[in-house]
């Protein structure tokens, strides 16, 4: 192939191949264990997979309609009422995506235009800022307050300008395991009240959410719920992340502009997949103990490695933990998490990149959604660092 001799001028000059890709990419060419990218080793469930395997052979394979089949919308709409008493209508408050990440980029090119601000909260999930880019909106940053990564209230509402559009929570967050407590989305509603300004919330890991604690989603706040788009996933959910089936939920008249542009992106999602949790979703013991089980393998992970000179301060969700290493090196993360993975075989993230400027704390993200002894060979290696 000739080389292009054009002009090409980007529109995300700053942004190049995702950390996730990047870290995964060197444990490979090293033969390193993989804890970088946030996908499970464990086999999903083999119901499911026979439940996918037999809607193949009932013919559900052309296209799906646009916003999804009823029955997995009418399950989710189900399983959100019983869990967080909010009521979506299947038919015009739910849409089912390719994945939580195409949902966040179509609610963001729907809804935002050239000079509208997005805040979102830092550290971020590496796609909001370059969707926002793209529109030609401009993103402003809220800092989480180390070491709990607690919203700052204080500071938080001087962001707010007449030109704020939306703005981006996540919880349980990733990449740091924390969650928004009743609090913070009380305060938030107080803020928003009188105000334009939409709310995205991403809430992917729902149901990985560890001690006793709740996961505190926009739906049960009225007032908020009735200005919010909510993503979630079934890859997370479920163990399967390379199915790419995820949901968004709004009210009918978000719902509507959303669907402008989903219709324009994928159109239709995986239809044998879609039928297969539709039927799955039926049984909450499916998806109601996710919490316990994650929990059992946080903790397992962190009572390995609490003789080595990692600190850890336990996540309260998702499957990821952050591990400070600031008695071991004083190198810059990117090149901490590098030579680990080159020279000891362990893959980690750092987290400087979920920053817009490369704010270096000395913290690697593990995920520690892995079998028991993928975490134990973890352990071994981190506990010589």
């Known amino acids: ?48 997979i026979k439940l996918v395997n037999s809607n193949m052979k009932k013919g559900h394979n052309q296209y799906a309609p646009m916003p999804g089949i009823l029955p997995l919308r009418e399950g989710i709409s189900e399983m959100f009422e019983k869990k967080y008493g909010a009521k979506y209508h299947p038919e015009t408050e739910i849409t089912i995506t390719a994945g939580a990440t195409q949902g966040l980029f179509s609610i963001i090119a729907a809804f935002i235009r050239p000079g509208d601000e997005v805040i979102i909260l830092e550290p971020a999930y590496d796609s909001y800022g370059p969707a926002i880019m793209l529109q030609g909106g401009m993103v402003k940053y809220a800092r989480l307050q180390a070491p709990d990564y607690s919203i700052n209230w204080e500071t938080f509402p001087s962001l707010i300008t007449g030109s704020t559009r939306m703005i981006i929570i996540n919880s349980p967050h990733n990449p740091t395991g924390t969650v928004i407590r009743s609090k913070d989305l009380k305060k938030l509603e107080t803020l928003l009240k009188n105000r334009d300004i939409l709310l995205l919330s991403d809430e992917v890991y729902e ?31 479920f163990h399967a992340t390379g199915w790419k089936c995820g949901f968004v ?41 996710l919490g316990s089980f ?46 680990i993975t080159r020279e000891f075989k362990i893959a980690s993230v750092p987290v400087s990149p979920f920053y817009h400027n490369q704010e270096d704390n000395k913290m690697l993200r593990f995920c520690f959604a892995k079998t028991t002894e993928t975490l134990e060979k973890a352990a071994e290696i981190l506990c010589r660092i």
């Open 207 to 237: 149901h990985l959410i560890f001690d006793g604690l709740t996961h505190e989603s926009v739906c049960k706040y009225p007032a908020l719920a009735s200005k919010t788009l909510i993503t979630g996933s079934f890859g997370k959910t």
């Open 294 to 339: 994650y929990q059992e393998k946080r903790d397992f992970f962190l009572n390995l490695i609490k003789v080595s000179r990692f600190k850890a301060s336990p996540a309260s969700g998702t499957y990821f933990q952050l591990l400070n290493y600031s008695k071991i090196s004083d190198e810059k993360e990117m090149a901490f998490a590098e030579r």
């Open 249 to 289: 939920l709004a009210p009918p008249q978000l719902t509507a502009e959303f669907r402008k542009v989903h219709q324009f992106v994928v159109f239709a999602v995986n239809t044998p997949v879609q039928y297969a949790i539709a039927e799955y979703l039926k049984n909450p013991e499916n998806y109601i103990n």
């Open 1 to 48: 192939m000739e080389k292009y001799t054009g002009t090409i001028v980007s529109k995300l000059p700053f942004t190049g191949t995702s950390i996730f890709a990047v870290m995964s990419a060197l444990a490979r060419e090293h033969n390193a264990l993989n804890l970088s990218q946030g996908f499970p080793d464990f086999p999903v469930s083999e119901e499911l």
